[in-house]
């Protein structure tokens, strides 16, 4: 199986792999630097494996049919930057409402607006937990490298499938764009997680209705269960209501699926943590720049580890705390003003000072810039 | 040992496609580790563009190339701008049909375009030269390796002009170190 | 029984706690009787349906419904209709749009999916006015008429529904009123048997809105205009322009066949299993 030949694929590629391997078989998308690589290749991969591709009018229009193949059964997926991701807020919200699973891709470049198309940023944080109105929660995981982005993605297919929600995979344009050596697991080790279909009689099937995990089962067009689908909120059965405690109970358990299910859906990386006494806290791209730091730090003495949290929302308030316990100072590098440091300082309550180190020029953080940042603590 | 790569020069160049190349030979058919990037403009020709591998026995985390090994310039702009990126006893190699001010007496200068267009009558070629060369210069790769990853990553029907480019290069390299070193 | 407590029975929902948002003596209630009567003429079965709204008056139509049934967001709706066709080819796909829904805000949408030739039957209810958020002018309140954001006047010009879907490339285009309620039976029941993309456009009347703000009177008075200024298509052939004014052209004003998007793709993947 050539699917099993070490290969250098660019971080978009092994997107593109993990989608297929994960069972998506519907992509629907629009041309945008620095993710459009993730477009081309589905176009070509998907027709083979009897998938579907299509390049729509906008992200709007892309965010819409995806949403329409997964109600229709079919596991799909759609990949854009900034500008692209602004506009798919809107049916992302829809998404989330309505409880259909699917997977987005944003790829970060330099912004806001059209911002700087071709250089790296992480400025999407907070758009990404937020960027939807309303009270919602959502997934979102971020790869540092080639065969993380392949893993990454497949994790997101099953989070989704598994809690009916749409999951987000965010890298930046140096991971996106980056080559590296990564051998694809062979289709039978991949664990690949499919939604729960209702197994009721149709005449019994009640389409929202809450059970352990918060988690109904889905029933796909065509499987015989007519139901309805709304982005308004809506009863057990599916129709609108503004009653109070049907609303309360819809939003509650939306909420509660994710928060019951954290254990599961979050994932970070410790790096040389063991003994240390600073901790760099880092995503994406910026866990490379860490970790070289960190390699480098300890050749000086300094007990330096890394915290690299591949999920970034939920945030992973447990384990950021339990290393804010141990810890003098936690350095926050990142390629936006302080984006994800807020979050670590909102858990802090005194344990250890935050230090951020902010990057906003298009271009990635050095562990040079670390080393000197770790002088304030040293 | 981190061996860093850049090849810079301007976009339409084939910068990008030769580090993809080099990254391949060193990382799939050598087994070494490899991380290799690019930063590019909005311009698919003309405009500033770098690519750049890394090469290592050990696990590559920072992606990125900041003390050069080895640059590659195949513009004067490119050479001007990196340059000082070079460590001491990094390599500098530049196309001696674009650029006419070389900072060091050390560099290697080839001309690749040159060669390109007189030896094989296909300017475009001039990257896979210039890879070749770098090949036999830095030997950090090794040539059967390239060769493989070239033939590998060109179409088909260009398969034989870009081996005679690789050997254009291999020979060119061969006669610009002797040169350095004597 | 009668025919229309039949069909009632059989295709509106019995989960679904009656009354419906609709104004009393709204033409979106008629429409929904045209489009139970001719997809029962079709012979569809209720499984393989997919109906599709946006957001307004007419985005609240499929909940009544026993299909299946999606009420999406403002403007998108042609956008997830064409993933569930593109996913599912075999069910059938009808969406319900207003005229500011299908023309203003999912404008782009529509003419997009006209021109690929999704597989799916839109179906606009043009009552030339935002009727839910209050009476707004849309992309077809006619030129110097009133609206709540046109206290004025509109001093816009309005779109031609059909004759932007014939432009943009759909397969099957036909318009009527809904007070010629069988005569859209018909074209419905045409529209959903047609393969590619199919448009029927449905006068109607917002006499709550527009009907108010423009002094036109009671949704019976509506209906009446809707009667006395309908010309069907062959006839409206042999006027002027200036004779047309003001008038409802209907009837189907294309029909043809182009290649359509799922069929075409179904060869791509063909193609794309010989070369791999």
């Not at chain 1, 911002?115 to 959502?138: C, E, F, K, S, Y």
Request: neutral net charge.
């Amino acid at each position: 199986m050539a699917e099993n030949k070490t290969r250098l694929l660019q971080g978009n590629e092994a997107i593109v792999e993990g989608a297929i391997a994960a069972g998506c078989r519907f992509f629907a998308g629009y041309p945008i630097t620095p993710a459009t690589e993730i477009a081309e290749g589905m176009s070509v991969k998907l027709p083979i494996v009897d998938g579907t591709f299509v390049q729509m009018e906008d992200e709007i229009g892309s965010m819409g049919a995806i949403i329409g193949a997964s109600l229709a059964g079919v596991k799909s997926m759609t990949a854009t930057s900034g500008p692209g991701f602004s506009l798919m807020q809107e049916n992302l919200g829809f998404a989330c409402i309505s409880e259909v699973p699917c997977v987005i891709a944003n790829i970060m470049r330099g912004g806001p607006s059209t911002g700087l198309p071709t250089n790296t940023a992480q400025g999407d944080v907070m758009q990404m937990r937020w960027g939807t109105h309303g009270d919602h929660p959502i997934i979102v995981l971020c790869p540092y490298s080639v065969e993380e982005c392949f893993s990454v993605t497949l994790k997101a297919f099953n989070l989704s499938e598994r809690y009916r929600v749409p999951v987000i995979i965010t890298t930046d344009e140096v991971v996106a764009h980056m080559r590296e050596k990564i051998t694809l697991p062979p289709a039978s080790s991949l664990e690949i997680i499919d939604r729960v279909r209702p197994n009721v009689p149709p005449d019994w099937f009640i389409p929202f209705e809450d059970n352990s995990l918060g988690v109904p089962p889905m029933s796909v067009f065509g499987d015989g269960y007519r139901y309805h689908v709304t982005g308004l909120v809506h009863d057990v059965r599916g129709f609108p209501t503004s009653k109070p405690d049907e609303v309360d109970g819809l939003i509650r358990r939306l909420h509660r699926k994710i928060d019951k299910g954290q254990g599961y859906i979050q994932e970070g990386e410790h790096f040389l943590t063991d003994d240390a006494e600073v901790v760099i806290l880092a995503y994406g791209s910026i866990g490379r720049t860490a970790k070289q730091a960190a390699i480098l730090a300890r050749e000086n003495g300094q007990k330096v580890g890394v915290f690299r949290p591949i999920t970034l929302w939920p945030f992973m308030r447990k384990a950021v705390v339990d290393i804010l316990k141990n810890v003098r100072a936690v350095i926050v590098p990142e390629m936006n003003m302080g984006q994800y440091s807020r979050e670590v300082k909102r858990v802090d309550q005194g344990y250890a000072r935050i230090i951020t180190l902010n990057k906003v020029n298009g271009q990635v953080i050095t562990p040079e810039e670390i080393l000197k940042k770790l002088k304030e603590v040293y | 040992m981190r061996y860093e790569v850049r090849l810079s020069g301007s976009g339409g160049q084939g910068l990008i496609l030769i580090g993809i190349i080099l990254a391949e030979a060193a990382g799939i058919y050598d087994g070494k580790n490899v991380v290799q990037t690019q930063s590019y403009g909005p311009e698919a020709r003309g405009g500033a563009s770098k690519s750049e591998v890394i090469i290592s026995d050990g696990t590559i985390y920072y992606p990125k190339a900041t003390q050069l090994d080895l640059l590659l310039s195949m513009t004067q702009k490119s050479c001007d701008e990196y340059y000082l990126d070079l460590k001491k006893d990094g390599m500098l190699i530049v196309d001696s049909t674009l650029v006419h001010q070389v900072p060091t007496n050390q560099a290697f200068g080839i001309p690749f375009t040159h060669l390109a267009k007189e030896e094989l009558g296909k300017p475009f070629v001039a990257n896979i030269i210039a890879i070749g060369a770098i090949a036999r210069i830095s030997g950090i790769v090794k040539e059967a390796s390239l060769t493989e990853a070239v033939l590998k990553r060109v179409p088909p029907w260009s398969a034989d002009l870009n081996k005679k480019a690789l050997q254009i290069g291999m020979a060119e390299g061969k006669k610009a170190a002797a040169k350095i070193s004597g | 029984m009668p025919e229309y407590t039949r069909l009632i029975h059989q295709y509106l929902r019995h989960d679904k706690k009656f009354p419906h948002v609709w104004c009393p003596g709204c033409g979106n209630g008629i429409l929904l009787g045209s489009l139970i009567r001719a997809i029962h003429k079709t012979g569809l079965s209720k499984d393989d349906i997919v109906l599709v709204s946006g957001i307004g008056c007419s985005g609240r139509l499929p909940v009544y419904v026993d299909f299946n049934t999606v009420h999406t967001t403002h403007g998108r709706a042609l956008t997830f209709a064409t993933g569930i066709k593109l996913a599912n080819p075999a069910l059938h796909v009808i969406v319900i749009m207003g005229d500011g829904d299908s023309m203003a805000i999912g404008g782009n949408h529509f003419i997009h999916a006209a021109r690929r030739n999704i597989d799916v039957t839109a179906i606009i209810l043009n009552n030339s006015i935002y009727g839910m958020t209050g009476g707004q002018y849309s992309p077809t309140t006619p030129y110097g008429m009133k609206a709540s954001t046109a206290v004025y006047t509109s001093i816009e010009q309005s779109f031609k529904i059909s004759e932007l879907a014939v432009t943009a490339g759909a397969v099957f285009v036909g318009r009527g009123t809904v007070y010629h309620a069988k005569f859209l039976d018909g074209l419905i029941e045409k529209a959903i048997e047609k393969k590619g993309f199919s448009v029927v456009e449905a006068i109607t009347h917002c006499h709550t809105q527009y009907g108010r703000q423009n002094r036109l009177g009671s949704a019976v008075d509506m209906m009446k205009w809707q009667r006395d200024s309908a010309v069907p298509l062959e006839k409206a052939a042999k006027m002027s322009e200036k004779e047309l004014e003001g008038k409802i052209v209907t009837g189907i004003l294309v029909d043809k066949d182009l290649p359509i998007y799922d069929k075409e793709y179904k060869k791509l993947r063909e193609r794309a299993k010989g070369k791999a």
